[in-house]
Nanobody, 122 residues
């Protein structure tokens, strides 16, 4: 299984970005996908997750109302639309997959992408 995260970049506070997570080598539609992030010197933290059907989504309190996760199983891709970005959103964003239901615990995910850097300037 390979996951390719993309879409990161340098933006100003208040801007938007859309991250993509493209998967290959797995029946993507049968797995939950999560987004996590890790800022320098900090632990990896949960951002959002989506179930295999796509109707069940979860968000961390810090991004709720600003970020939206979605998936296109036909394209084997999950998206993270990030609006109203803040400097504290600066981190490397990782996508990961797991069998079964969506989950906010990173240790339950078995395959990870390489990460994409998001930098939000004030």
């Amino acid at each position: 299984v390979q996951l390719q995260a993309s879409g990161g970049g340098l933006v100003q506070a208040g801007a938007s970005l859309r991250l993509s997570c493209a998967a290959s080598g797995r029946t993507f539609s049968s797995y939950a996908v999560g987004w996590f992030r890790q800022a320098p010197g900090k632990e990896r933290e949960f951002v959002s997750t989506i179930g295999w059907i796509g109707s069940i989504t979860k968000y961390s309190d810090s991004v709720k109302g600003r970020f939206t996760i979605s998936r296109d199983n036909a394209k084997n891709t999950v998206y993270l639309q990030m609006n109203s970005l803040k400097p504290e959103d600066t981190a490397v964003y990782y996508c990961a997959t797991k069998p079964g239901p969506s989950d906010s615990r990173h240790y339950n995910y078995d395959y990870w992408g390489q990460g994409t850097l998001v930098t939000v300037s004030s």
